[in-house]
């Protein structure tokens, strides 16, 4: 056996005491190195000569002004980070894998520090912050909390703020001036567009109010409903959908559908109106701006054509929800509620980068952020075609628009309600003949209904 | 020296420990069973649990018994979930069946561009889901599917008349299983292959010398000695495709109204657990195909048992 005394074996070795010494050496150097460069030793970036606060990671969705995420991610996080010496970290993915997401930060215990999802998530109540701490603080500065925001993230039995709402976005109705023009007609009132449907579907232009399970559907067909005077809830967040209004709603919507629709409306995702419109084959379709401001960025020939409008009047007058509502919170589990929770708080501060960033889509939910008369002037200088076409969605925002679940408030049922999507279901079910209106609302009244009693045996209504 | 002739004796000892195959053979095994229990034991256990409670969000809830079951089981949703994953997984099973069995037939003859056909027909399963779904989607796009391009300016359907692919209740279906079917065909053909390529020429010949051609060949001796590894791809077929919930969840989101109609099991649960924040149910509703399937694979691996020639 070959012992270690052997030179040939010791080249290119060391023995213990060697070893030791030369660790011993490396260490102190790191040491000294590191003491006089801080971040080398202890790792995180540091802001005006201050250690750093902490870590903050917020996860949002790909919005669909891509101008806002730019905006978000590489002026207000780094800056408002610099200020505060915090690390801003946000990641971005598709809105329709948040659900998923958050179900799975929950389950994990662990994730992002903020979330942000489309819609009012109530069922999350007990897994996040109280939020009316940063509601309070942003009264504070820029005055009350907008009426909708306030009912679609508020429950008023456990008096708790389940997320803080930044920002909502008005539903007009979008449709093609060119088209309507061609038949005398424009989309003033549903009687109108009823009247109008045969006609544009005979000159190649179908109406596209959607009836497919998907987030749009849900907007288009529980405005339309308001329109007639029928509500999924009332006041007290019982279920009143089965009524006289809802039938007579209904029965309207499918003749709509038989006079001037495809059954591509059936089939939709949530980007499925917006390619109708965009194909050039669509003559109508409920969306939030982002569809006219596509075609504007795509040069699309009929994008000077495309009007916005508030949805049209029915018999019981004109009402839509927001088209989306921007909705942060706070796990409970977050590491740095402090920071979570300014951050927040400034953001809404300073709303009026993010809605000039949001080309006019992101309505600030606190209205003393950016005053409706500064969103006037602002949407004014707009350049695209017609004119001051967005001067309106001040209109839709101020008088039109409700929080989901009016005249009550969002809640976890409701929620489940609009993820379901039993009023398309309910719709659909009439257009296509496979049920008669007052059997298609008694069926969606049964479903509502248990979903009702489940959430108030929970005690979150 | 002296030290290492004397620990030798306990070296060999150990070496003699793990030379028993009972010891040897759960040392072996143990790191599969450490990975499927962590990671498929767990969750499955974690799933029956919450089944049992009333839980939203997070994994706790409060025991409701059989509450969940009960609520879903009179649910009409969930019928027509059940009934559509039944079809999705019936229809498409046979079509792969019926489809691997011809073309590994046909790639088992040598012909020119064999190999590139092969490729081919595998690529499917190669291709990333998500992107090759992204694919047929907008193939079967309301506005943009190319197929109704082709259609239209072949003048054989005016533009407002196409058909709807995904919005048609029919459509939808035939959609779903067809691309279903197009995806996990390649895995059966391999499989069909490998069973026909295991049949002993000699076993062909002797069939030949009887006059065994054809068809009566292939019912008398391919089909029972391919009968089991057959067996064992449908099985695989039947699991794979029940589970399924890309194909559904990326072309139709369960849709078309009315009664969704290509809602399945999985994305039902999905809704339910996840979207609609009532995990509880959700686990519920995922947890009837366990039983189900379990049993299918035990009747058809007993099957296959039954059918193997020694």
Known sequence: MASSDDPSRREGRYDRRELLRRAGVGAVSVGVAGS??????????????????????????????????????????????????????????????????????????????????LAPRAQYEDNVINHNEIVQEVQ????????????????????????FSDNYVPDPVVWRHDIWNGIGMSPNTWENVRKAAPKLKAAGHPLGIGQSAELDSNMALMGFLMCFGSFVQNEKHQVTIKNKRTVEAVKFMADIYQRGETDEIFGWDPSGNNNFLYSGKGSLILNAISATRTPEDRGLPFANDLWIWPIPRGPHGRKGYEHVMGCWWIWKFSANKAAAKKFLADLEINYRQAFVASKFYNFPSFPGAVPFKQIRKLVAQDKHKPLGKYGVLTTIAQNYTTNPGYPGYTNAAFGEMFSKFVIPQMFAQVSQKKMSAQDAVNAADHDIKQIYAKWRKLGKI | MEALAAARPRSRRWTDVFERPGVLASVLISPAVVFVTALVGGPLALAVWLSFTNATTGLHGKWVGLENFRREWGNPAFQHAVWHTFLFTVISQAIVLVGAGLIAHALLKDFPGKWILRFLILLPWAAPIALS????????????????????????????????????????????IAVHTWRILPFAVVIFLAGLSSIPKEVHDAAAIDGATGFRKFWS????????????????????????????????????????????????????????????????????????????????????RRTEVS
């Not at chain 2, 506005?143 to 459509?171: C, F, G, M, R």
């Open chain 1, 36 to 117: 006089g460069l801080g971040q080398a030793f202890y790792g995180p970036l540091r802001f005006k000569g201050r250690w750093l606060k902490g870590d903050l990671s917020l996860i949002t969705w790909a919005h669909f002004v891509p101008s806002f995420d730019v905006w978000l991610d590489k002026t207000w996080a780094p800056q408002w980070g610099e200020q505060n010496d915090v690390q801003v970290k946000v990641d971005h993915i598709l809105n329709t894998l948040l659900p998923a997401r958050a179900q799975a930060e929950v389950a994990a215990n662990s994730g992002h520090d903020i979330f942000f999802d």
């Open chain 1, 140 to 163: 504070r500065k820029v005055g009350k909390i907008g009426r909708v925001a306030h009912r679609a993230t508020y429950n008023p039995k456990t008096k708790k703020y389940f997320a």
């Open chain 2, 133 to 176: 779904l992204m694919a047929w989607k907008w193939m079967f796009d309301t506005s943009y599917s190319i197929l109704n391009w082709t259609l239209v300016h072949a003048h054989l359907y005016k533009p407002l008349d196409v058909p709807q692919y995904l919005a048609q209740p029919k459509l939808a279906m035939g959609s779903v």
């Open chain 2, 221 to 304: 001796v391919t089909l029972p000695l391919q009968l089991p590894i057959a067996t064992v791809a449908l099985l695989f077929g039947i699991v794979f495709t029940a589970t399924d919930m890309a194909v559904v969840y990326i072309l139709t989101q369960g849709g078309p109204p009315p009664s969704f109609s290509t809602e399945m099991v999985t994305t039902w649960a999905y809704k339910t657990g996840v979207e609609s924040g009532s995990l509880g149910a959700g686990a519920s509703i995922s947890l009837v195909l366990l039983p189900v399937l379990a049993l299918v694979s035990i009747g058809m691996l007993w099957f296959a």
